[in-house]
């Protein structure tokens, strides 16, 4: 167990529709990552957050949106959905904003989002 | 740019055997973090091992052990004596020095068979 933990597990929707998937970081971690594994993309960066503020970007589409509560749990929305938004969305954190030497992102369980 | 290459997708052994899961990655960083992670079939993201650019030195931690060469740009994974729960797909990922995004290959899906 990493000590990250996201909710729901799993998640089935329609296209069009909007959905919530929630991550609380380990005890002490300020970082906050949003990532997402399809088969055809492999394991892609979303957004990351560092202590209640975007710190960087990636491959997020704009129907995503991401933040951090000032409790440093997460939240990623995911709007309009599509057939190709079915994935694993995994959150990972990690203590500081990742430029120490010692950080290492821990990753939860993953929410496996089904669009059909 | 950065980018992480794991050709082999897929390996399978029998157990007791010894495998060598290999991990090439490109970076213009002259300080940066190399990790690998196992997803096992239950679908999290375990954390594996990390390793600083400047530090070199292999590493054997228990059946586990790393191989890191600068010069050859590769950052290779052995299992000694595999067990059936090495089952998994193991990845490898690359860091820079000042952003914690990882990038991450594609993933080696390795079989253990009885």
């Known amino acids: 167990d990493s000590g990250v933990t996201q909710t729901p597990k799993h998640l089935i929707t329609a296209t069009g529709q909007r959905v919530t998937l929630r991550c609380s970081p380990r005890?002490?971690?300020?970082?906050v990552y949003w990532y997402q594994q399809s088969l055809d993309q492999g394991l892609q960066f979303l957004i990351q957050?560092?202590?209640?503020?975007?710190?960087a970007k990636g491959n997020i589409l704009e129907r995503f949106s991401a933040q951090q509560f000032p409790d440093l749990h997460s939240e990623l929305n995911l709007s309009s959905l599509e057939l190709g938004d079915s994935a694993l969305y995994f959150c990972?954190?990690?203590?500081?904003?990742?430029?120490?030497?010692?950080?290492?992102?821990?990753f939860g369980p993953g929410t496996r989002l089904t669009v059909l | 740019a950065q980018k992480v290459t794991q050709a082999q997708t897929e390996i399978s052994v029998v157990e007791k055997e010894d495998v060598t899961l290999d991990c090439v990655y490109e970076?213009?960083?002259?300080?940066?973090?190399l990790f690998w992670y196992k997803q096992p079939p239950s679908g999290e993201l375990v954390f594996l091992i990390r390793?600083?650019?400047?530090?070199?030195q292999n590493e054997i931690s228990g059946r586990y052990s790393w191989n890191f060469q600068k010069s050859t740009s590769s950052f290779n994974f052995t299992i000694t004596a595999s067990q059936v729960v090495d089952s998994a797909v193991y990845f490898c990922?690359?860091?820079?020095?000042?952003?914690?995004?990882?990038?991450f290959g594609r993933g080696t899906q390795l079989t253990v068979w009885p």
């Open positions: 990972a954190s990690s203590v500081g904003p990742a430029v120490l030497a010692g950080e290492v992102p821990f």
């Open positions: 005890s002490g971690d300020l970082s």
């Open positions: 957050y560092y202590n209640g503020e975007e710190r």
């Open positions: 970076t213009r960083d002259t300080t940066y973090y």
């Open positions: 390793r600083n650019s400047f530090d070199e």
């Open positions: 990922a690359q860091r820079g020095s000042t952003l914690g995004r990882l990038y």
